[in-house]
């Protein structure tokens, strides 16, 4: 009886893993095949291979970059543009990305908003990696809290250190705070389509307010039944059709 119950456990236990190990293989066969097309120069398939990941949400820098890569070999530049600025959200600091994102920005030829210097702070790292700084800290003052309590003679020269160890968390938790605002506080898009007419509502027998051409970078005010109110670095707002821009995700 027990056996039989150990070997029902262990055929649970790889039951459930199989959807993981499935998923894992599908997003490594994806991601082998976008690289595969890429070098054979079929530009638009290898996009769609690295869209697939991005869809299934088994992303990565390297796919967004990748991803980005293919549009801009395909003359998608606002495409390559939202996967570039994708990229960098993962990926603050990588190199490769900021060039490949001029490049893409210096070809589309439209002018894009520089970042605010506290934008620019707070991007050196990305959200998770706040959180796990700010996490530490918490844990670690919440520590000292408690062995100031359980240990006597540690009490003096741990109270010493508690100030410095709460400013450093309330300084981490700001940031923290800051860099969701900066993360989830707009919705940056690109125009995806060689002109796209903004319209003063959200229907097309409205009237043409402006247009922008593919590449402009531009912010989501709202959304409504297939379009989208966009503002752009104007500061004018109008109706797009959603499927004329690229949200960076």
């Known amino acids: 009886m027990r056996r039989a119950l150990k070997i029902i456990l262990l055929l649970g236990a790889l039951i459930a893993l199989l ?23 079929k530009f638009a398939e290898a996009a ?13 820098p390297a796919a967004y970059f990748n991803l980005g890569n293919a549009r801009l070999k395909n003359g998608e ?7 570039y600025l994708a990229a960098e959200r993962l990926d603050p600091r990588d190199g490769d990305v900021k060039q490949n994102l001029q490049f893409a920005r210096t070809t589309a030829g439209i002018p894009f908003s520089p970042v605010a210097l506290w934008r620019r702070v707070f991007r050196v790292l990305t959200v998770d990696e706040w959180s796990v700084l700010a996490s530490l800290v918490v844990w670690l003052l919440l520590t ?6 359980l240990i006597a003679k540690w009490q003096r020269p741990l109270t010493t250190w508690m100030p410095l160890a709460g400013a450093v968390a309330v300084m981490l938790l700001l940031s923290l705070g800051l860099a969701c605002l900066d993360r989830f506080g ?35 005010v709202d959304a409504t039944q297939g379009w989208l109110q966009i503002r752009d670095l104007s500061g004018r707002t109008g109706w797009v059709k959603q499927e004329q821009v690229a949200l960076v995700q």
């Open 77 to 83: 530049l606002g495409r390559a543009i939202a996967a």
């Open 186 to 220: 707009s919705r940056p898009a690109v125009v995806a389509v060689k002109e796209a007419t903004a319209r003063f509502g959200p229907v097309a027998e409205s009237q043409s307010a402006f247009t922008l051409n593919d590449g402009a970078e531009v912010a989501v």
């Open 144 to 149: 000292l809290l408690t062995l100031r309590q």
């Open 48 to 60: 769609a291979a690295y869209d697939a990941l991005v869809l299934a949400r088994q992303v990565s």
């Open 19 to 41: 959807p993981g190990a499935n998923a894992a293989v599908e997003v490594r066969e994806n991601f082998s095949m976008g690289n595969a097309l890429y070098e054979r120069g």
